[in-house]
Each structure stands twice: as C-alpha cells, then as structure tokens.
C-alpha cells in the first residue's frame, strides 16, 4: 500500500530547489488546483456554448470574472489557513446548525449530479476517441479517481493533481490550431459588447455560476486546512501570526495564478467554438461531446482529437475536487475525522462519503435523466447555496472572534463583496428567466 501519511515532510514553502520550475510548483497548491477544476467538462459545455451561440462577444466576461472569482477563493483559502479548519467546520462553531444543514446539503445534491454529469461526460469523451461502450467507460474512470483518492499517499496524490492541470492546455492548442482574428478578439475583450436580450444574459448567467461555484470554496479551504494539518513546523496563522506574511503572499499567488488559468482555459475554449462552430452557423452546443463532435468536420481530427483528450483531462481533475468538497463539508459539518491526508481506516466516514458520492454519479448515467435538465437544477441548486454562504462569509471574514487580527483588507473586502453582488444579481436573474 502507497501510505506514507505517517511520515509528514517539511512543508512547500520551506523548500528551497535550485530547480525554478519546481520552485514555481511548491508555491502553487490549492488555488492551482481549485482553478484547473473549475474547468471540468460541464463547464467546458457552457464556454462552448458562449463562443458557439454568441461569437467574440462573449470574451469579456471571462477577463471581468477572473478578479471577483479569485478575490472570493483567496477569501475562503485566507478562512482555512488563518483558522485551520475548513467553511463548514467554522460555521458549525460560530453559526447556527440550522443554517449550516441546509448548505451541505445541498451542496452534496449539487456536487453529486455535477459528478454523474462530468462522469458521464468523460465515458463520452473516451467513446469518441476509441469507441467502445459508455457505460463501462464511466464506471472504469469513477473506479480510478476514486482509487486514486482513496489509497495514494496525500503527497503523491496532490503531485497527480498539479500535472493533471496540464491538460487544459488542450484548449489553448486548438485555439493556436484554428484560424482566429485575435485583433477582433482582443478588442471584444477589452470593450464589452453586451447584448440586451434573454439568450444573452442567460449565457452569461450561466458562465458566473460556472466560474463562482461552492464547491470551490469548500475545496479551498479545506485544503489549505489540511496542507497546514500536516506539516508540524506550521499551525493557525491566528495561533502564530509571525507565519501570516510568507503564507497569505503564496496564497495570493496561489489564488490568482490558479484562477487566472482557468479564466484563460474558459476564454480560449469560447475563442476556439467561436472562430469555428459560430463562424460556420452552429450555434446549439449543449454538452462538451457535441462541442468536440461539432469540431471534426470544420477544425480537423486534430483539433477534434485535443478538445476531446482535454474533456477526459480535465474530468479525472474536477471529479476528485467534487467527491472531495462534497466529504470534507460533510466531515465538518458532522465533526467526523477528515482529510485525504489520514488513512481509510482513521477516517472511514470520510471517505465513505467520497465512495458514496461517486456511486449516486455513476448511479446517474444509468437512470432515465436528461444531463442538460441535471446541469440545469445543480445550477440553481448552486445559486441558492452560493449567495447566503457568500455573505456569511464575508461577514465570517471582518469578525476578529474568526479571523483574529487576519480581517479581510479592505480592498479584498470591497472586491469580495462586488463579486457577492453579481452573484446574487446573476441569481435573480436566472429565476426570473426561469418563471418566465
């Protein structure tokens, strides 16, 4: 067996490598992680369905978001490693229980179809690229994420997770394949060309809560939690605050190169489907598969073989994050033992709750459920959770009896709660649409 969870190492940031790159890589952790997940094939479907449906027009959004996405993930990292305990270990300690239930709880139903939806994304991306039977596809993929999670050491396994980043670049490749005019991208990047009318809004509605989603703050913090857990020369920054300058810069750097690739991933996938499916008059995309089928006849196989390669990539990265958030929230909430760095033995709960979740995915792909339908209620599932958890905590953030002397600077303060506001605009908006 691959444990060496016993054996704690020195921590990233005391590590010294001549190497840069590896210097670089011991700096980024679960920001990087947290960012590259953001891109998994369910979000693929919705970038691909901005660039096909709307063109350039769209670029904007993924340059306006990247500043609020990454202001609110610093802010649930600076929650886990100023207190040493994830989202949902604080509000069990400082709120009301009635307040935490009902948000991992839904959190769980939402994470939970999220899973069977990117599940079954992947076993369509495996079939489209070796044939073969689907639901076998979905099962092997679940069997190795889960596995992986489960059995690999904590230290080897975030390893796994920092290269599997990698594969976004997929989309930076097609994008670099196909004809762009990048005078006319960039010019619709930098000047919002915004579209008053229901589609248009919807699609932007849609790509917000794609980039801002719970699960990610869970994640994060959580994360940040255990990487401190386990190294015995850190602790709470609120326990020993001269810790706090060297560990809120790497969070810093963490967060914003971890969210700046996903926002760059999410910008070139709308790039890539705008210059090809909109420019040719396919405007429906629905899913990643139909993104990547649709891409054959007017990219080329090549372009059709990466896109696809990056949807099987970027699920065997979100998938762990999902089953992961969806158990530490549940952990925490239930003051069970957690984390990925402890033994299947010390933390059975733990990970039942990662098996349990990838079960009910794969559960999903063999029901009688329309995946759109599925993606559409774990969006507004998400909306319903995310508003109030972002409010608690940014109210969480400014109480010193949290945060100690670590309250939010009042810049990241403002930023935090511009981000809460569009979320919550975003929100309302997909409810009006919807009853309407």
Not at 334 to 357: C, E, H, K, N
Request: aromatic share 10%.
């Amino acid at each position: 067996m691959l444990f060496d969870r016993g054996h704690h190492r020195r921590r990233r940031r005391h590590v010294r490598h001549r190497n840069p790159w590896r210097r670089i890589l011991t700096v980024l952790g679960p920001g990087l992680i947290t960012g590259a997940s953001d891109d998994d094939p369910s979000g693929i479907a919705t970038y691909s369905q901005a660039g096909a449906q709307f063109g350039y027009s769209m670029c904007w959004v993924m340059l306006f978001t990247w500043p609020l996405m990454a202001a609110i993930q610093e802010i649930s990292a600076r929650i886990g490693r100023v207190t040493g305990k994830g989202i949902a270990a604080n509000l069990r300690e400082h709120y009301s229980i009635w307040l935490l239930r009902p948000i991992v709880t839904l959190l769980l139903v939402a994470n939970f179809i999220n899973l069977g939806a990117d599940l079954g994304a992947m076993g369509d991306g495996l079939r489209l690229l070796i044939g073969g039977p689907r639901g076998l596809y979905v099962v092997l993929l679940a069997a190795a994420c889960t596995t992986l999670e489960i059995f690999s050491s904590y230290e080897r396994y975030v390893k796994v997770l920092k290269w599997l980043t990698l594969s976004l670049f997929a989309y930076v490749a097609v994008a670099l394949i196909v004809q762009v005019p990048w005078g006319e991208v960039g010019y619709n990047t930098i000047v919002p060309h915004i579209l008053w009318q229901t589609d248009y809004i919807v699609v932007i509605v849609a790509v917000l809560g794609t980039t801002i989603s719970p699960y990610l703050f869970f994640w994060q913090a959580s994360e940040e939690a255990e990487d401190e857990r386990i190294d015995p020369t850190a602790h709470p920054l609120i326990e020993r605050p001269r810790e706090a300058a060297s560990e809120i810069r790497r969070i810093e750097i963490d967060t914003y190169v971890g969210m700046g690739l996903s926002n760059l991933v999410a910008f070139f996938i709308i790039v890539t489907t705008a210059a090809t499916l909109h420019a040719h008059g396919v405007t429906d995309v629905q899913t990643s598969e139909q993104a990547a089928e649709a891409l054959r006849p007017i990219a080329g196989e090549f372009a059709f073989l990466v896109f696809a390669l990056g949807i099987l990539g970027t699920g065997l990265l979100a998938v762990p994050v999902l089953a992961g958030s969806s158990a530490y929230a549940l952990a925490e909430a239930m003051q069970w033992q957690a984390g990925l760095s402890r033994a299947p033995q010390d933390a059975r709960r733990f990970y039942a709750t990662i098996v349990a979740g990838t079960v009910i995915g794969i559960g999903i792909n063999f029901v009688n459920i329309d995946p759109i339908k599925a993606l559409f209620w774990t969006a507004v599932i998400n909306g319903i959770v995310a508003v109030p958890l972002m409010i608690v905590m940014m109210i969480m953030t400014m109480q010193p009896k949290v945060m100690g002397r670590f309250t939010l600077p009042r810049p990241l303060w403002a930023v935090g709660w511009v981000s809460t506001a569009a979320m919550a605009f975003a929100v309302a908006i997909m409810f009006a649409t919807w009853g309407g």
